[in-house]
């Protein structure tokens, strides 16, 4: 999960600028493979934990219903905000063309370290097949990325092919929100700040259909939720 734009001032250290997710405790845990790791809120609301254990081992549990689904479609996949790349690999090994596309840069070298394809861009850059992909995966709380579900939902609308399908994973309560976070990490190490969004399906499908994205299943799994929806 990456974010790819924060829309807050970055800090700079040394005259360089120092990027969520690349100069921060994610950018460590993914070249060690380990948590723990937390989404601390800047507005004093607490901190949710992130799954990098889970992320750094081989698909499992509620992974397969998003890999089921993938096979049914028939790809090519791309997944946006790949992490350490366990989906773009069990892809790959089911013999559907995948790409997995990270802004942090060890995350993309695990996902390469799987025999996985990966780029180091944001979603929001020129990527390859723009507008011919069947599956474009969001999953691992990547509703939220840059913190606009707005701007996000439409580039994403534009990578699909006509009839493709988003498979996204959204909260389990019904939220609709917006707000600056940091990574915490175990030493209690604060990355810079950035934008992001929590989104429950019924928001995720609101905005989706402002997008041209129109719902077309939901389904819960292991006690993640997910929403698939199909380009107009």
Not at 3 to 29: H, I, N, Y
Not at 176 to 199: K, N
């Amino acid at each position: 999960m990456t974010p790819q734009s924060t829309g807050t001032a970055r800090p700079v250290l040394g005259g360089a600028e120092v990027l969520p997710w690349a100069d921060d405790p994610f950018a460590a845990a993914m070249r060690s493979g380990r948590g723990p790791l937390w989404l601390r809120r800047t507005d004093g609301g607490g901190r949710v934990r992130l799954e990098v254990d889970r992320w750094c081992a081989p698909a499992a549990g509620a992974d397969h219903g998003l890999l089921l689904r993938c096979l049914q479609l028939g790809g090519p996949v791309v997944d946006l905000g790949c992490g350490p790349g366990r989906l773009v690999a069990e892809l790959l090994a089911l013999g559907v063309p995948a790409l997995g596309v990270d802004l942090t840069g060890a995350a993309v070298e695990r996902t390469l370290g799987l025999g996985a394809a990966a780029l180091r861009r944001s979603v929001f850059d020129r990527l390859p097949a723009e507008g011919r992909w069947e599956v474009a995966l969001l999953a691992d709380g990547n509703l939220g990325i840059g913190g606009d579900p707005d701007a996000l939902l439409h580039r994403v609308a534009e990578l699909l092919a006509p009839g493709g399908v988003l498979l996204a994973e959204v909260e389990p309560a019904d939220l609709d929100e917006r707000l600056t976070v940091r990574v915490e990490g175990p030493d209690g190490r604060l990355g810079p700040p950035f934008c992001w969004a929590r989104l429950g399906g019924a928001a995720a499908a609101r905005h989706a259909a402002r997008a041209g994205l129109t719902a077309v299943e939901q389904w819960t799994s292991h006690g993640r939720h997910f929403l698939a929806l199909r380009r107009r």
